[in-house]
C-alpha cells in the first residue's frame, strides 16, 4: 500500500510518532510520501528519515500520487483538515492520530498506533462517507468572485476587530434573520464539533447529513444555532452599510467580502471519506473529552 502522511511536526511528541508510523509500515513494505504544512507553528522534517518530503499541495493538488491508498493526519484536528484536502482530491480515505490536544476528528490514539497501523494495512476499517459543503461568493452585482469547500466549517466574520457585522441569512427562499454578530458559522455534522461549538452549537453525529448555522455573539435575542437538511442552500449577505467581512473554509483561504456581497453556502458534490477501525467510537471520544463519565 501507499500513504500520504501529513505531520504537524511542532507538536510534542510528533516526530515520535512519525517515526514510529514509518518504522511500521515500512517493515511490512508499505511505501509512505510525507507531507509538511506550512505556516506559523510549522516545523521542518526531521534528519534520518527514509521518506520522500513532499510541499502540501494546492488544495489536495494534480501532484498527489495517483497509487495513493490511505491519507493519515498526525496532529491535531487542524491538520485533519488540511489531509481532508488530499485525500478528497485523491478520492482516497484519510484517518488521523490525535497528537494535538481535542483530536474529534482523529481516530487513533498514539499509543494504539503500530496495532492500529496493522489493522488498517490489514483492510480491516469500514469507510464512512463525511459531507462536505460548498461556497460561491458573489459581488453585489452577481458576478462571482471565488469559492471553496469545507468539511468542517464555512465562516462568515466581521473584518473590523472594533465593530460587528450585519449580516442577511437567508434559507432556501426564506429571508430568515438579521442580525449583528461577530460572524455567522456554517457547519456540517462533522464541524458540530469545531467553531460551532464554541459558539454553543449542539454535537451532531458526523455521519448525518445536516447543516448547522449558528451566529458568534450576535447582537440579538436570537442566538440559537439552526439545523436545517443538507439540501438547503443557506445565503448570508453583507449589510450595504458594513465596510465588509471575511470568509473562511476550515479555518483557511479567507477572502474579503464588501458591502452588499453574498456567500451561498449549500451541500458540497463531494463527499470526504473517512477510515474508521471500530464502529461507536465518536461518541466515546466526545466522552473521554469532556470527561463525562
Same mark, same amino acid.
Given at each position: ?58 488544495? #489536495? *493538488? !494534480?501532484? %498527489?500520487? @495517483?497509487?495513493? /491508498? ?10 485533519? =483538515? ?117 459558539? #454553543? *452549537? !449542539?454535537? %451532531?453525529? @458526523?455521519?448525518? /447529513? ?10 440579538? =435575542? ?72
Amino acid at each position: 500500500m501507499r500513504f500520504e502522511i501529513v505531520a504537524h511536526l511542532a507538536r510534542t511528541g510528533a516526530e515520535d510518532v512519525l517515526r514510529r508510523a514509518l518504522t511500521t509500515l515500512a517493515h511490512d513494505g508499505h511505501r509512505c510520501t510525507l507531507r509538511i504544512p506550512d505556516g506559523v507553528g510549522s516545523a521542518p522534517a526531521p534528519e534520518g528519515l527514509d521518506v520522500d518530503v513532499l510541499p502540501m499541495p494546492v488544495d #489536495g *493538488g !494534480p501532484d %498527489v500520487a @495517483p497509487d495513493t /491508498d490511505l491519507v493519515i493526519s498526525l496532529g491535531g484536528d487542524g491538520t485533519f =483538515l488540511r489531509a481532508a484536502r488530499i485525500a478528497r482530491a485523491a478520492d482516497v480515505p484519510v484517518i488521523g492520530v490525535n497528537v494535538g490536544r481535542l483530536g474529534f476528528l482523529a481516530e487513533i490514539d498514539p499509543q494504539d498506533l503500530e496495532a492500529s497501523l496493522t489493522a488498517l494495512t490489514a483492510g480491516s476499517f469500514v469507510v464512512e462517507e463525511r459531507s462536505t459543503l460548498e461556497v460561491e461568493l458573489r459581488g453585489s452585482d452577481g458576478a462571482v468572485k471565488g469559492g471553496g469547500w469545507a468539511l468542517n466549517d464555512v465562516a462568515v466574520e466581521k473584518e473590523a476587530r472594533q465593530r460587528l457585522v450585519r449580516l442577511e441569512i437567508a434559507i432556501g427562499t426564506t429571508p430568515f434573520a438579521s442580525m449583528a454578530a461577530d460572524a455567522v458559522i456554517v457547519a456540517t455534522s462533522t464541524g458540530s464539533t469545531a467553531y460551532a461549538l464554541s459558539a #454553543g *452549537g !449542539p454535537i %451532531v453525529n @458526523p455521519t448525518l /447529513d445536516a447543516i448547522l448555522i449558528a451566529p458568534v455573539a450576535p447582537h440579538s =435575542l436570537f442566538d440559537r444555532t439552526v439545523v436545517t437538511d443538507l439540501s438547503d442552500t443557506v445565503t448570508i449577505t453583507v449589510g450595504d452599510d458594513q465596510d465588509g467581512a471575511l470568509v473562511t473554509t476550515d479555518g483557511m483561504a479567507p477572502a474579503l467580502l464588501g458591502p452588499g456581497d453574498v456567500a451561498i453556502v449549500r451541500g458540497g458534490a463531494k463527499a470526504v471519506r473517512v477510515a474508521r477501525l471500530g464502529e461507536g467510537e465518536f461518541f466515546a471520544r466526545v466522552r473521554r473529552t469532556f470527561r463525562l463519565g
